[in-house]
Nanobody, 121 residues
Framework: QVQLVESGGGLVQAGGSLRLSCAAS????????MGWYRQPPGKQRELVAR???????RYADSVKGRFAISMDRDKKTVYLQMNSLKPEDTAVYYC???????????????WGQGTQVTVSS
């Protein structure tokens, strides 16, 4: 079995910072890429940022220059450093990973349980 466990959400004032972490566990062969999505209240889930195992990244336009994604391959962990937070960043943030393991040798998309980020004005 594979699990993604997120941490680091919380309440912060506008202009503040938070760092999210997501660790993958289980009998993992390799991880192709990892990312963060978010779902604001009453809206659809949207991409925030993704990072491939080779290091390439992509970001939603709304977070470019403020958020930074990184991955520690040895720890099977992805991080999202969020700076200059705005009230519109308020959402449940979900970790996502494309993971290869014995039960999915060609890879499978896994999701974390979500962590709440609330930015007050």
């Amino acid at each position: 079995q594979v699990q993604l466990v997120e941490s680091g959400g919380g309440l912060v004032q506008a202009g503040g910072s938070l760092r999210l972490s997501c660790a993958a566990s289980g009998s993992i062969f390799s991880i192709n890429d990892m990312g963060w999505y978010r779902q604001p209240p009453g809206k659809q889930r949207e991409l925030v940022a993704r990072v491939r195992s080779v290091g390439t990244t992509r970001y939603a336009d709304s977070v470019k220059g403020r958020f930074a994604i990184s991955m520690d391959r040895d720890k099977k962990t992805v991080y999202l450093q969020m700076n200059s937070l705005k009230p519109e960043d308020t959402a449940v943030y979900y970790c996502n990973a494309d993971i290869l393991w014995a039960g999915a040798p060609n890879g499978y998309d896994y999701w974390g349980q979500g962590t709440q980020v609330t930015v007050s004005s």
